[in-house]
């Protein structure tokens, strides 16, 4: 059987899997189990809820991840920062499992990628264990508490009472939990770390450290094999090297190796070669343990005059910040949800993510990986309540905790390239908090104790830091909004820089107000949308023009993370708590953001085309902008806009040439007005005589066409449209379809005004699991069967049922339109 990957050092595992040894050891029989199915939840407190004879038949059965708030319908009074709705509260879980008598000398831990938070885990009424911070991995050793050869009840209590955020933080399980059986002597949990280092003369050097545990109350005498295998985990290119040992009682003991390789394939954007340490703890004729730890060889220079270089090359971060909730699913986590967000992301030009502003689920990390992003770690917002850090007078022991954890979890991950500390902590960088380098220094080493092969920084905020020695022990200065980095840049020259937030631009899908707003503040108020011609974002900030041309200008500086890639759920700037001056009450402020370049369904705005047509310049982007549908505005000016990488376009209107636009030529001047700069990045037709029909953009480069778009004004709405995102799914219960919901006239053409309210209907191996339109505004709730469509579109999520097989058929309908199905199949 091919060897697997312990869960505390690598990729995901579903389902329920064996470790097994290679010939002629005697078999191993490690086994971890994804809990995915058979938990039970009751919201509220729960007087004896980890008791094990509680009568738990009448609480809710739920799948894992589960985010108990995601189903709660919106309520207009909640607070428009964190989304509407009813997170705060606690809630408990419980499963039964079975553990075989033979398993008796081995441990048994259970592993939490994510509980939000104060999760308290009992085993048969104990308490086993727990964790604070509600984005950090833990796991528990439930050994001393389990009934082998018997049914063993596990509870898990959340409570998110205390915690505090300025987004939706979602509630409950809601990533994934694993089983872990093993022997008594075992490699530690996230205890092998490797690292590459690449010399001048292109010699790889890789250091192996390995921590292997015996908890045998006698010293133990073990073997420690290390071999590197070559991609894909295909046939050893270095080792096996083989080191005895001998284990304290009750103690572990660490095995080092270094391995030299002449030739490899480095892992970058481009091609992200991916190697592995194979790690194999034995005793006599016997293996005990064997890991297998995923990672990459590549050179990571940050320079302070000239960015990043990735292998030698310089390489301009084009990089978006991700929250963690998934729209309409919450803050779940589907693996397949966030692959499609990052190939989303990737597809526009993406090259890097920072997790903004918590430590992520592993798979993320793991798909980074595969997919060639880079990646800023970050592990928390505020060093405050939203990091679940309610006493200060804990500061110490708690970092030390989370930190520990959060980095042996990640530092094996070829994509990562820097730790992020935190981001905007004003009391620090205000020096409001009078430990605050101390604090900070505490930090630093904290994180240099697990991992000193890359660089720190803090995303910063406030310029008067700069007068401080506060981040004497940053590697990198991070900055957010305004081009702050050029006066950080100035005083400190000897430093790298990193645009760790940029342009917070704002806009709605589909939804286009004229005339044009008259500056970046100018939003639609009436309506609470903003409009989609970008021009528009928060007082703080600049549309996505301005900062193209900071990039070009402004070479020391590593490159951007823009705020941010999708639509998420909560802090609805400009309609939130500060709108009006704070005047307005809470049921006129929208329910989640407008920064996204995507929406919170993950269709594309406008501005993603903005940035694909810069950032992905070998692509052919052409993109025309409005709709086509302004009944009433006969021979009015209407201005139209083309995305695209080409050069310049000709507009035509039902055949007839409007002109060629061209791009301004030359380096922009990042100072210059924005109405200019745009002149840089798109092409504009200012007054186009609105007239039915077709517009069409023919785009050229360098004199060459390179093709066309074509936008259609639509007739009467008549039918309704499924597209499915894939035709085949994992029978797995974890695997998704996006189905979107389109309205179109009868010859195909989409009704941007379309707004009925659609019903859905499944038969097969799958079911609804999130509904939603990218209405920020909208308070329909995101779990159901129907939904009002928003300029003419929404989507639906289906998730496959476990060990089912078949094909799923999807249909919508509504009122006066002729229904649409759609199929895929499962497990087929």
Known sequence: MRNVISPFVGA??????????????AQCEQRVEVLTDGWRFAPGPQERGAATDLADAGWQTVQIPHDWAISGKPDP??????????????????????ISAEDSTRRVYLLFDGVMSEAKVYVNGEEAGGWDYGYNSFWVDATQFIKFGEENVIAVHADTTKHRSRWYPGAGLYRKVSLYVCEAIHAEHWGTHVSSEVSDSGEATISVRSEIRNHLTTPQDISAELVLLGPDEQGAIAGPVTESKTIPAQGAVVVEQEFKLKEFEAWGVESPTLYSVRLRVMQEDRELDQTVTPFGVRKVEFTPKYGLY?????????????????????????????????????????????????????????????????????????????????????????????????????????????????????????????????????????????????PLLMACHMLQVLETQTLDSMDILGWNYRRQYLPSHERFPKMSHIYTESASALSTRGFYKLPLPKNKT????????????????????????????????DRFCSGEFVWTGFDYLGEPTPYDHNWDDGKRPAEDQARSSYFGIVDLCGMPKDRYYLYRSHWAPASTTIHILPHWNWSGRDGEPTPVYVYTNGDEAELLLNGKSLGRQKKTEGKPEPDADSDELMGYYRLRWADVPYEPGELTAVAYLKGKEIGSATMRTAGDPEQLRLTPDRKQLAADGLDLCYVQIEVVDAAGVLCPHADATIKISVSGPAEAVGIANGDPTSMNPFVGDSCPLFHGKAMVVLRSKPGSKGVVKVTASSDGLESASASFAVGE
């Open 77 to 98: 009074q909640l607070d428009a920062a964190t989304g509407k709705l009813p997170w705060r509260g606690e809630g408990w879980y419980r499963r039964k499992v079975k």
């Open 12 to 25: 995901p595992i579903v389902g329920f899997l064996l470790i097994c040894a290679c010939a002629p050891l």
């Open 310 to 454: 990735l292998n030698g090359k310089r390489l301009e971060l084009r990089g978006v910040n991700l929250h963690h909730d998934q729209g309409p699913l919450g803050a779940a986590f589907y693996p397949r949800a966030m692959q499609r967000q990052l190939e989303i992301m990737k597809d526009m030009g993406v090259n890097a993510i920072r997790t903004s502003h918590n430590a992520p689920a592993p798979e993320l990390l793991e798909m980074c990986d595969r997919m060639g992003l880079l990646v800023i770690d970050e592990l928390f917002d505020k060093w405050d309540d939203t990091a679940d850090l309610h006493d200060q007078k804990q500061f110490e022991p708690f970092m030390r905790r989370n930190i520990g954890n959060f980095v042996r979890r990640d530092r094996n991950h070829p994509c990562v390239i820097v730790w992020s500390v935190g981001n905007e902590i004003g009391a620090i960088l205000g020096a409001k908090d009078e430990r605050a380098k101390a604090k900070v220094d505490f930090v630093a080493e904290q994180f240099r104790q697990h991992d000193n092969s890359r």
């Open 522 to 553: 100018d939003f639609a108020y009436d309506e609470r949308q903003v409009d989609s011609y970008d021009h528009n974002a928060a007082k703080w900030a600049d549309i996505p023009d301005v900062e193209f041309a900071r990039m070009q200008a």
